[in-house]
């Protein structure tokens, strides 16, 4: 089962087993607009929730993501180095930036679920 | 995702807002106004067809005015009080850029200023200034006119740029002779019937035009130019990304008033009756920087990495000596990567100097890069 939960912040993160996705949801690359470098994080580094994990640099702006759960990055998308519009093309699949092992994934229950965060953004217009 | 907070203040509209909005922009605050930041397609698409086509600007936030003496000696003479360019010996229907200095040398804003074409306006000057700055500028310009020059201001008229390769065969098919006026130069002219002030000048390094019109007709003529399948309209977004890539100033960040123009690399706006005889507010310092050299310069910067460095990151030395900061940067969608501006001690403004920028704690690598990025493609007559 892979359930995808969101943050108030526009990260998503998709749970696989004890590891899961972390990326930039579909309204956030929309409003940030074309994605030109994603400064991601060193393997093996530790985050908390909230922390942050990345930077996305839009042409006109440098945007911090944070963690959306706690743990260790055990993988980061090498692919957007060379195409960081990947970001603005498939933000919810191809255009992830890292993966986590998650130190307790009971904190993603604490999540926006889809339809929650679907509310949520309407609420931002 | 972090995002700015949500600002609260009234903002103003232009008279395209409208339009901007029924073609699908952004909207942004940008300096009082609620401006487009972005269309649809994107900052890069945006950028990308100014360079190949054309590109429509809304910049009716920028501030117009009229300086209006008995005569033009006599109107120059005013504003030379006020400015390092050789207002004096401009022709009628040329154009120049110049800035509004303080007595420190720093600058209080910059504009352009042209002279009218028409023989029964002798002593009319027109200005455009920046929007952020037009209300201090207007009481600082009106403050220290003599009895017999009026500032006027023209808040009744929009203004729009039409910029890239294709502009000229665009604006010919409205407005005769549009296509052979040179770079820098201005004069009224007919939009298919519509009065307007037409210049051959602009802020993206690409050839160009700006149309001064009535606010009540502006949105006639910007329609007619989308009508053309080479014009898009462009956002604030772009006109940054443009502009950077050109080497241009934007004040406020690249300049204030704690940079002068000859540390600003705006020296070759002073023209030599000027710096022989100064007269103008900081021309102490400006003609000793003239003279002597400044201590620090404005420079093109290159980072030898995919990493942008923005506005505010500290440059150093290749031996870890703070040696300046960045006013600009960003990613050049035309040179392919990231592009800045900023300020180095004079010692490290040569060409090629290898740099260091500091961006999130980290050394990014970088060069010193003669500007502008983009070559400019000014069209200067046949």
New interface residues.
């Given amino acids: 089962m892979s359930e995808t939960r969101y943050t108030k912040?526009?990260?998503w993160i998709r749970l696989d087993g004890d590891t899961a996705l972390v990326g930039?949801t579909e309204h956030?690359q929309s409003?940030?607009?074309?994605v030109?470098?994603v400064?991601l994080p060193e393997i093996g580094k530790n985050v908390m929730a909230g922390d942050e994990a990345a930077?996305?640099?839009?042409?006109?702006?440098?945007?911090?993501?944070?963690a959306p759960a706690s743990g260790e990055v055990v993988a980061v998308n090498d692919a957007l180095?060379d195409a960081?519009a990947t970001v603005?093309e498939d933000a919810e699949g191809k255009g992830w930036f890292l993966k986590l092992k998650l130190a307790d994934p009971a904190e993603l229950e604490k999540l926006m679920t889809a339809q929650q965060y679907k509310d949520f953004v309407a609420t931002l217009s | 995702?972090?995002?700015a907070p949500a600002i609260e203040t009234p903002l103003a509209h232009t008279p395209l807002h409208a339009l901007h909005v029924a073609r699908g922009a952004r909207m942004v605050p940008f300096a009082g106004y609620e401006m487009p930041?972005?269309y649809a397609d994107?900052?890069?698409a945006e950028?990308t067809h100014t360079r190949e086509a054309a590109g429509l600007f809304d910049v009716s936030h920028m501030g117009q005015a009229f300086l209006v003496g008995p005569d033009h000696e006599t109107a120059a003479r005013a504003l030379e009080a006020l400015v390092p360019a050789d207002i004096v010996n401009l022709a009628p229907g040329r154009q120049r850029y110049t800035q509004l200095t303080e007595a420190n040398g720093g600058i209080l804003d910059d504009l352009m200023v042209t002279r009218s074409a028409e023989p029964d306006e002798d002593g009319v000057l027109m200005l455009v200034v920046n929007a952020a700055g037009k209300e201090a500028d207007y009481a600082h310009i009106a403050g220290a006119l003599p009895a017999n020059v009026r500032l006027i201001r023209a808040d009744h008229r929009a203004l729009i740029a039409l910029q890239g390769p294709k502009a000229a065969a665009v604006l010919e098919r409205h407005c005769a002779g549009a296509a052979t006026m040179p770079f820098m130069t201005a004069r009224s002219a007919s939009f298919d019937g519509i009065d307007c002030h037409v210049s051959r000048s602009g802020y993206t390094g690409e050839d160009g035009y700006e149309i001064s019109v009535k606010a009540n007709r502006v949105r006639a003529i910007a329609e007619r130019l989308l009508g053309h399948a080479e014009v898009k309209p462009i956002g604030l977004?772009a006109r940054?990304?443009l502009r950077l890539e050109a080497g241009l100033c934007l004040y406020g960040h690249d300049i204030d008033t704690t940079t002068s123009p000859v540390e600003a690399a705006l020296a070759w706006s002073i023209q030599k009756r000027r710096r022989e005889e100064g007269g103008f507010p900081g021309s102490e310092r400006v003609l000793a920087e003239l003279r002597d050299g400044p201590h620090r310069l404005r420079v093109g910067v290159r980072p030898e990495s995919?990493?942008?460095a923005?506005e505010g990151a500290q440059i150093k030395s290749s031996d870890g000596a703070p040696i300046g900061k960045i006013t600009s940067g960003?990613?050049g969608?035309s040179v392919g990567g990231?592009v800045a501006m900023g300020y180095v001690e004079r010692a490290f403004a040569e060409p090629d100097t290898s740099i260091v920028l500091v961006v999130?704690d980290k050394d990014i690598p970088a060069r010193v890069t003669a500007l502008p990025f983009v070559p400019h493609r000014y069209y200067r007559g046949s």
């Fill in positions: 912040e526009h990260e930039i956030a409003q940030l607009g074309d030109v470098f400064d930077v996305v640099e839009s042409v006109k702006a440098a945007s911090e993501i944070y180095a960081p603005n | 995702m972090s995002e930041v972005q994107g900052i890069i950028h977004g940054d990304s995919r990493i942008p923005r960003g990613f969608p990231p999130r």
